[in-house]
């Protein structure tokens, strides 16, 4: 069965600090892997995906991820946070056109 | 560009009353998929439908129950609701034939159980 793990389950950071979030996956298969960002009350957003090809994918509002297949994780990373950026970030994984299974989520405050 | 709609947004029910929310997808996509996320909860895989027919199944109790109709829109029914099933249930849908393998979701209907 897939899974995901998150392993930060909260995070605190100053504006402008730089920000890496791990996940790791367990599917037996070829995957595709998300990240989706849930501001308070509202609703999934997908930051970025990864399907295929390079596995530095960037997404939008400046977050990248990198996919390393030997380690299994896709971690997101932000050179510099805003406080905009307060919110609760989902990994996911699914395989081809089927569920997505989610991790656990980040809660990423960022403080002024 | 159009996004996934569901309706309703709020919706307040009492123990042992019934519940349909609708979901109508992006137009052109052929996939919905129902999901539940509890208070503080990852969001957790319900159904899915493809081209009308049920297509997975995950973690949905029998007094849940749902289906996909010829415009693509799709209803979860929920019958003698329970305190457990407040949650937010996000419906989202994607294009098998596309290959991109993206879930687009809707805002979510939230539901409170009293």
């Known amino acids: 069965a897939q899974s995901v793990s998150q392993h930060n389950h909260h995070v605190i950071l100053s504006e402008a600090a730089s920000l890496e979030l791990g996940c790791n996956y367990s599917?037996?298969?070829?995957?595709?892997l998300f990240w989706y960002v849930q501001y308070p009350g509202q609703h999934l957003q997908l930051l970025l995906k990864?399907?295929?090809?390079?596995?530095l994918v960037k997404g939008i509002k400046g977050f990248e991820a990198e996919f390393i297949k030997s380690k299994f994780s896709f971690n997101l990373r932000k050179p510099s946070v805003q406080w905009s950026d307060t919110a609760e970030y989902f990994c996911?994984?699914?395989?081809?056109?089927?569920?997505?299974?989610f991790g656990t989520g980040t809660r990423l405050q960022v403080t002024l | 560009a159009a996004g996934v709609i569901q309706s309703p947004r709020h919706l307040i029910k009492e123990k042992r009353e019934t519940a349909t929310l609708k979901c109508y997808p992006i137009?052109?996509?052929?996939?919905v998929y129902w999901y539940q996320q509890g208070p503080g909860q990852d969001p957790q895989f319900l159904i899915s439908?493809?081209?009308?027919?049920?297509?997975d199944k995950g973690s949905i109790p029998d007094r849940f129950s749902a289906q996909q109709f010829s415009d693509y829109h799709s209803e979860l029914n929920m019958s003698s609701l329970e305190l457990g099933d407040s949650a937010l249930y996000f419906c989202?849908?994607?294009?098998?034939?596309?290959?991109?393998?993206?879930?687009?979701f809707g805002p979510g209907t939230r539901l409170t159980v009293t």
């Open positions: 137009p052109r996509h052929d996939t």
């Open positions: 996911a994984v699914n395989g081809g056109a089927s569920k997505l299974t």
């Open positions: 439908f493809y081209e009308k027919m049920q297509s």
């Open positions: 990864y399907f295929s090809g390079d596995p």
């Open positions: 989202a849908s994607s294009l098998a034939a596309s290959g991109s393998w993206e879930q687009y």
């Open positions: 599917y037996g298969g070829t995957v595709n």
